[in-house]
Structures are given as C-alpha cells and as structure tokens.
C-alpha cells in the first residue's frame, strides 16, 4: 500500500490481537508504515476504531473494525517558525544557543515543526545553506531530550570551518551527567567502540567488540547517595556517545530509560519522581573563530528543571544549601 491521498484500509482484529496497542496492532497488518507514521496518523485522527477516532493508547479488542486513512506526508521544509529560544553569543558568522531540553533539532521522519532550526530562522533569518535545505546551519546537533550549547553557522563559509575543526575534534565539548551508581575512581576515560544496537535499531551500543572509536574523559564532580555527578568531555561526537559510555559501564545517566535507568530514583528514604527527561546537558563549548582564529568558549546555564531534582536529591540526602552550591556553582 503505497501512501497517495485518501487511501484507505480497514482490518478487523482477531481473538489472538486482543490487548495489543494499536499502532503494533497496524504495523504488524500492514508492514509498509513505519510505527512513527502509524503513531503520526493516529495522533492527526486517521485511524478510527469502530467508527471513532482513537488514541494511540487504544488496546483493540477482538472483533474491532479498525479503519486508517494514509495521507502523503506533506513535504519537509524549514520554515521559520516563532518559538521559544534562548541564544548565548551572537556573531556575524555563527550563533551559540542554549537548546532547550525536547526540542529536535532540525526537520525529519515525524517532526516537521517545534524544531531549533525553525527558532533560528524566525530570529535570525538566514543561515548557512551548506547543510542542506533541511539543515541550514546545523554543524553539529544534540540529542532530543538533551540540553545545552550548541554552535549554528550563520553563512556557508563559517559553516565550513566549524565542521572542520569538528572533523579535527578540536571542538571543546564538555557535558554535565548525573549518573546512577558510585563511580569507581574520581576520574577516567572511556574507550568503548559504539555501533548501531543490532536488537534496538533506535539506540547505540558501546559492548559490541566492533564499532567506531569513541572517547570520552570524565570526572566527578560530587558523589551523592547511589549516583554520581560527572563532567564528561567528548573528544569524538558518536551519536549517544555519553550515553551509551555510561550505560555500558554500568552507570547510566539518570532518566535515560532507553539505556537502561530505573524509572525511579531512591534517595535516603525517599523515591524521587520520574526526571521526564535524560540529566544530561551541554555545559560548555570552545572552538576557534571562523574569521579570527580567536578561541571562543560559552558556557550554558543548567536549565532550572535540573537544577530543581538535584536539589531535591541533596535535601532527600540532607545536604546544606552550601554544599549544593558549591556542587552545581560552575554550571549555574
């Protein structure tokens, strides 16, 4: 089934499909959609379960008629786009932003709005091209769910430097982690490989034997009961590099579910709530100026949502205001 305007399937569950979500309930009937435009379609109210809109969390039941209606997806484009944002340094050759934490960065399967660089271009107006028409200005990303200083070329000849000196890794990049457990030492390097996750296609795995070279440097910044607080510096850029560093030592950064942190944290006698995003942020960037060769370094704010559940973790733990302080003082 080949996705034209207006095309229809209807399926009816059997005895066996009982209690299974809808969108695997779809995507196992029919294979050609992707889950993500499954979940698109029954967000937009495409799919109808006896006659009536569902909901993604629908469990079908044996008998139910289910109906979807598959729309071409219109066509990505960067447009721009009046959302919030927060730029740290502003040149004529490049902009440093404080990416807020759940905003993806550029347009792609399943977001074609809310995305940074839609923020960039109702700001700023133009970026660099050399990224492509998708991608305008974008040199390097972070992930969805991390915050943090990220560089964006304002033309394509900054543009070009600055992925050089990424290609050169002589970008400074250095990341703030909370991580589960004590670490071992106070400070560390890990070298795992990282490849693609051969079981979960939309993770990375740093305990394969093959993989590409990674390196990330650490030290801890504060040891609190059952996790630790860590300064991370990437010398190479792998996708979930930080994170899947971690995980694979057996310390994974608090909140990231996908790499295997409990939904809950335990603190003294407390359980503290579910962090709704990964402890993970983007604390500082250094690189050479495009024109100057100046160096230029820019350190981004730990958001208050972070800020607010280590905090809490030091009064569960019994932490003085002072020793919080002087914990998160260089980052806030």
Not at 45 to 49: A, S, T
Not at 76 to 91: F, H, I, T
Not at 274 to 284: D, K, P, S, T, Y
């Given at each position: 089934?080949?996705?034209n305007?207006?095309?229809?399937?209807?399926?009816?569950?059997?005895?066996g499909?009982?209690g299974?979500?809808l969108?695997?309930?779809?995507?196992?009937?029919?294979?050609e959609?992707?889950?993500?435009?499954?979940?698109?379609?029954?967000?937009d109210?495409?799919?109808?379960?006896d006659?009536?809109?569902?909901?993604?969390?629908?469990?079908?039941?044996a008998?139910e008629?289910v109906e979807?209606?598959?729309?071409?997806?219109?066509a990505?484009?960067?447009?721009?786009?009046?959302?919030?944002?927060?730029?740290?340094?502003?040149?004529d050759?490049f902009v440093?932003v404080n990416k807020?934490?759940?905003?993806?960065?550029?347009a792609?399967?399943?977001?074609?709005?809310?995305?940074?660089?839609?923020?960039?271009?109702?700001?700023?107006?133009?970026?660099?091209?050399?990224?492509?028409?998708l991608?305008?200005?974008?040199?390097?990303?972070?992930d969805?769910?991390t915050?943090?200083?990220?560089v964006?070329?304002?033309?394509?000849?900054?543009?070009?430097?600055?992925?050089e000196?990424?290609?050169?890794?002589?970008?400074?990049?250095?990341?703030?982690?909370?991580?589960?457990?004590?670490?071992?030492?106070?400070?560390?390097?890990?070298?795992?490989?990282?490849?693609?996750d051969?079981?979960?296609r939309?993770?990375?795995?740093?305990?394969?034997?093959k993989?590409?070279h990674a390196?990330?440097?650490?030290?801890?910044?504060?040891?609190?009961?059952?996790?630790?607080l860590v300064?991370a510096?990437?010398?190479?850029?792998?996708?979930?590099?930080?994170?899947?560093?971690?995980?694979a030592?057996?310390h994974p950064?608090?909140?990231d579910?996908?790499?295997?942190?409990?939904?809950?944290?335990?603190?003294?006698?407390?359980?503290?709530p579910?962090?709704?995003?990964?402890?993970?942020?983007?604390?500082?960037i250094?690189?050479?100026?495009?024109?100057?060769?100046?160096?230029?370094?820019?350190?981004?704010?730990l958001?208050k949502?972070l800020?607010?559940?280590?905090?809490?973790?030091?009064?569960?733990?019994?932490w003085?205001?002072?020793?919080?302080?002087?914990a998160?003082?260089?980052?806030?």
């Open positions: 089934m080949s996705e305007p207006a095309t229809h399937q209807k399926l009816t569950a059997a005895s499909d009982s299974r979500r969108d695997l309930f779809v995507a196992q009937r029919v294979p959609l992707s889950r993500t435009r499954i979940q698109e379609l029954i967000r109210g495409h799919v109808h379960v006659g009536k809109i569902a909901k993604v969390s629908h469990r079908v039941a008998g008629s979807i209606e598959v729309l071409s997806r219109p990505l484009e960067a447009l721009p786009e009046d959302l919030p944002l927060d730029l740290l340094l502003v040149d050759d440093i807020l934490a759940g905003m993806v960065v550029h792609g399967a399943g977001h074609s709005r809310g995305t940074l660089v839609n923020a960039l271009l109702h700001r700023l107006g133009k970026l660099s091209e050399a990224g492509g028409a991608r305008p200005g974008i040199v390097h990303r972070l969805r769910e915050s943090g200083a990220m964006v070329a304002r033309n394509d000849k900054a543009h070009e430097h600055l992925s000196q990424f290609r050169s890794r002589n970008v400074r990049k250095i990341y703030l982690a909370l991580v589960h457990g004590k670490m071992p030492r106070d400070s560390g390097t890990i070298t795992l490989p990282i490849s693609r051969p079981r979960r939309t993770r990375m795995t740093a305990r394969a034997t993989g590409r390196r990330t440097d650490w030290r801890v910044v504060a040891r609190l009961d059952g996790c630790t300064e510096v990437l010398h190479t850029g792998r996708t979930h590099q930080i994170r899947a560093h971690f995980s030592t057996g950064v608090v909140g579910t996908l790499y295997g942190a409990p939904r809950s944290l335990r603190a003294g006698t407390r359980n503290l579910l962090l709704e995003r990964n402890f993970l942020h983007a604390a500082r250094g690189f050479s100026h495009p024109s100057t060769g100046a160096w230029v370094e820019v350190r981004a704010p958001p949502d800020r607010v559940y280590f905090e809490q973790l030091g009064a569960s733990l019994g003085r205001a002072a020793q919080m302080e002087a998160l003082g260089p980052y806030v």
